[in-house]
């Protein structure tokens, strides 16, 4: 079975920064596109805050709601996608998962909570 490892959660006030990372086996890292959803509570859905695609120019998307606050990357040392998250806001409070879409299926991490402040 497919583990996907996510690391880097935590409290932070509003206006700070976290960094999320997520590992994954090499064959996922190199053959999936990769993603981080966000979980508002338990229960509700998750929705798509950043991601990179499998095409050699490594495009990017994120969510309105983030955008020019995260940025995605990969990092081919570590096979892992991170996501560095500035400028926080108490709406970007929930939990993190990362997200491998394969050809064949999809794949989510265990989740790592991100809770901020006022």
């Known amino acids: 079975e497919v583990q996907l490892w996510e690391t880097g959660g935590g409290s932070v006030q509003a206006g700070g920064s976290l960094r999320l990372s997520c590992k994954a086996p090499l064959y996922v890292y190199k053959n999936c596109g990769l993603g981080w959803y966000r979980q508002i509570k338990e229960g509700s859905e998750r929705n798509m805050v950043a991601?990179?695609?499998?095409?050699?120019?490594?495009?990017?998307y994120y969510s309105d709601s983030v955008k020019g606050r995260f940025t995605v990357s990969k990092d081919n040392a570590e096979n892992s996608l991170d996501l560095q998250m500035d400028g926080l806001k108490t709406e970007d409070t929930g939990v993190y998962f990362c997200?491998?879409?394969?050809?064949?299926?999809?794949?989510w991490g265990q989740g790592t909570q991100v809770t901020v402040s006022s």
């Open positions: 991601s990179i695609g499998i095409r050699a120019d490594g495009s990017t």
């Open positions: 997200r491998a879409i394969c050809t064949v299926q999809s794949y």
